[in-house]
């Protein structure tokens, strides 16, 4: 029982940094206003991770490497931990299990990316019916903008209805099914 209680409050706070520091991430990288009380909130929480490797770790066109590295870092050994407290060994092939647990760790942020997408697409699309003038709107009509402009340019609105939102939520679901079987695979090898 202390195990899964253990366990669940290491998964939580691991997937809640990571979380945030793939939003800072993704603010950066798509020009997401940080005035905000979001961006504000992104900032804080992540500073005191983000500052040191930043000075390991360049940005890169334009992308700020240093931000996904770290949120790499608390994932891989977010997930090593949880290995540990149910018992599982790197084993004798340490090299090969630690490339297999980052390789896990990648996939797994790549996931989280597509989830953060989807809250931002649910979030943007309620907000333009209900608040269009709130002082959240600007951040995530940000935030997916640049995904929903190739669905915004194939499928016209109908009587004045974006439909385009709901075309960009079903092809991320699709992408979540070989990225779950991805995962699922490199998992499996170690």
């Known amino acids: 029982m202390l195990g899964q209680i253990a366990e669940f409050l290491i998964d939580t706070a691991v997937a809640f940094l990571v979380f945030v520091l793939l939003a800072r991430f993704h603010f950066q990288w798509l020009r997401v206003p940080f005035r905000t009380q979001l961006g504000e909130f992104v900032i804080i929480a992540t500073d005191w991770i983000v500052r040191p490797a930043r000075r390991i770790v360049p940005p890169l066109a334009g992308l700020d490497l240093a931000t996904w590295m770290a949120a790499w870092l608390v994932q891989g ?69 640049a995904f929903l402009r190739p669905f915004r340019r194939l499928i016209p609105p109908i009587a004045n209805i974006d439909l385009s939102p709901l075309f960009l939520l079903i092809a991320l679901q699709v992408l979540l099914i070989p990225l779950g079987h991805l995962r699922l695979w490199v998992g499996g090898l170690f």
């Open 77 to 145: 050994v977010g997930m090593y931990v949880l290995l540990s407290l149910r018992g599982a060994e790197l084993g004798p092939a340490v090299g090969s299990a630690l490339a297999g647990l980052a390789a896990l760790a990648f996939v797994d942020l790549v996931r989280y990316s597509v989830y953060i997408l989807i809250f931002a697409v649910i979030v943007q699309a309620i907000l333009s019916w209900v608040a269009p003038y709130s002082p959240a709107a600007p951040v995530f009509d940000a935030l997916t903008r």
